[in-house]
């Protein structure tokens, strides 16, 4: 038995040879090196097959969970007690909200609790099967975090069957056989299927989302896997926004005659979104229209640019991440949710590094210099996570306001 599987079993995993309790695992996390881990089962029923990350934040699981850039992952949270305020509608990331998110489970430490929060609605383990999320508990994620941490995001799958009776060998077989996330496309799976106007602002506390009047400027927002909590932020920043899918034409952009054009976050590969997504940013970019890009936003508008991108090892996910921003020598401590990145090696004399991580150093933004773009890899929108970054939506506002002068 692996020093993992050891730790599973400590952690709480229930034993067949256990003096106390005879029932065996009903769910089980199954890496692409034949690691079987054990634990019990929540959530939904079934078989998903990922990459395993681990994501830091304390707060938010609901957001995290429904934020479309995690499609295709296990997300392992490091903090001990998730689902203990339940969940509520109000704080859905997935910007439609009748599909999916995408991710593909979750691993906890402790068992899910009765709520215990004034704006819970609905217990956490009955809305991971209303959400088609796997869920495993009992698992010692400190173990499997630093396991992640020193080999790198592993490919698995997640197993819950309810009568503990799983098909060990074929679990490992699907997990080995995964393809992984390099080369995939999967903002195609979370992008909006029509377009829509978006006019919810912010929210309050007790009063909940307020509605913004009299916009000053339009922004067309592609949805390669869109939060709502960033269109909450460009309408309280004086945004009317329009949303239109991933494979949406420059072109048609443009005869919307936006001021401005954002990028949003979503998950996958760039490179592979990026085939038929970068050819129309830049486009874009040449209109002389303000653009604005967060994560995968980030990473494309970087390909559009000449730079390249490559997937990390770990990757960033949680909601305590510091990261400087040259224009100003302020560090924020900022909400972050990506596996790939911008390699600033291949950045052109006509890029301008304006955030580095200060974890790692790797790019966290960039801007064209002498023209109206910007982007960066992290999500100032703080949903969940510090609200240090919101200036980068006045920024944006403010580049619309200049080219509006001119």
Not at 269 to 294: C, M, N, Q, R, W
Request: proline share 5%; charged share 20%.
């Amino acid at each position: 038995m692996s020093d993992i599987e050891s730790k599973a079993r400590d952690a709480g995993a229930p034993s067949a040879v256990s003096g106390w309790d005879d029932q065996g695992p009903t769910a089980l996390l199954v890496l692409a090196d034949g690691t079987v881990i054990e634990g019990m089962g929540a959530g939904a029923t079934g078989v998903a097959v990922g990459e395993v990350c681990f994501n830091t934040a304390m707060t938010g699981y609901q957001e995290i969970l429904t934020d479309p850039s995690y499609a295709g992952q296990i997300i392992t949270f490091t903090f001990p007690h998730i689902g203990n305020v339940g969940a509520n509608p109000e704080d859905i990331e997935t910007a439609n909200l009748a599909a999916s998110s995408g991710v593909r489970g979750c691993v906890l430490r402790a068992p899910i609790t009765e709520p215990s929060n004034y704006r819970s609605a609905q217990h956490f383990d009955e809305w991971l099967k209303a959400r088609g999320i796997i869920a495993i508990t009992g698992v010692d994620t400190r173990a499997l975090t630093a396991l992640t941490r020193e080999k790198g995001m592993p490919n698995a799958v997640i197993a819950h069957a309810p009568d503990g009776n799983f098909d060990r060998g074929a679990l490992k077989a699907q997990a080995a056989e995964w393809g992984g996330m390099v080369g995939l496309d999967l903002a195609k799976e979370v992008t909006t299927a029509q377009t829509y106007s978006w006019d919810e602002g912010a929210w309050e506390w007790n009063e909940g989302f307020s509605r913004k009047e009299a916009p000053r400027h339009h922004v067309v927002a592609i949805d390669y896997g869109l939060k709502r909590n960033i269109l909450r932020e460009l309408t309280a920043a004086g945004c009317k926004v329009t949303v239109v899918s991933a494979n949406t034409s420059a072109e048609e952009i443009l005869e919307r005659n936006p001021d401005g054009v954002f990028l949003s976050n979503g998950p996958g590969d760039p490179a592979a979104t990026g085939e038929y997504a970068v050819p129309e940013i830049k486009k874009l970019v040449d209109s002389g229209k303000p653009v604005f890009g967060i994560c995968l936003g980030h990473q494309m508008l970087g390909l559009a640019l000449g730079g390249t991108t490559s997937h990390m090892r770990q990757g960033h996910h949680g909601a305590n991440h510091p990261v400087k921003d040259h224009l100003t020598g302020k560090v924020e401590i900022t909400s972050m949710n990506h596996g790939f990145t911008v390699d600033r090696e291949s950045f052109s004399d006509e890029i301008e590094e304006t955030h580095i991580s200060l974890f790692d150093g790797s790019n966290c933004g960039l801007k064209l210099k002498g023209r109206p773009v910007f982007s960066v890899q992290y999500h100032p929108e703080a949903s969940p996570g510090p609200q240090d970054s919101h200036y980068l939506f006045t920024r944006f506002v403010e580049m619309m306001d200049g080219v509006k002068e001119e």
